[in-house]
């Protein structure tokens, strides 16, 4: 069955940053577009950042610039760096794989690993 488990999550103040990682296992991760998602206390979840099979990045307005996603897939990782992080961007931090390689529509986005805490101190 398959499992993502995230880590990298916590307290920062605005302007810093943290990483996130995701490792993945019970898939073929390679066949998999990869994607993070967010959502804040009394939100939708909304999409941040995915990368797909050939390491293409697809990035939310609110985040281009700050945030970087990447794929490591001998080690069945994505990564998601957060840059110059603001309060807007508290939130509980998923990680999700499509079953599509190139993960270009939301529903495809099937399978969420159990989120990380990410609060930014104003």
């Known amino acids: 069955q398959v499992q993502l488990v995230e880590s990298g999550g916590g307290l920062v103040q605005a302007g810093g940053s943290l990483r996130l990682s995701c490792v993945a296992s019970g898939l073929t991760f390679s066949r998999h577009a990869m994607g993070w998602f967010r959502q804040a206390p009394g939100k939708e979840r909304e999409f941040v950042a995915a990368?797909?099979?050939?390491?293409?990045?697809y990035y939310a307005d609110s985040v281009k610039g700050r945030f970087a996603t990447s794929r490591d897939n001998a080690k069945n990782t994505v990564t998601l760096q957060m840059n110059n992080l603001n309060p807007d961007d508290t939130a509980v931090y998923y990680c999700?794989?499509?079953?599509?390689?190139?993960?270009?529509?939301?529903?495809?986005?099937?399978?969420w690993g159990q989120g990380t805490q990410v609060t930014v101190a104003s």
């Open positions: 999700s794989a499509a079953v599509t390689i190139t993960g270009r529509e939301l529903r495809d986005y099937q399978t």
């Open positions: 990368v797909d099979y050939s390491d293409r990045t």
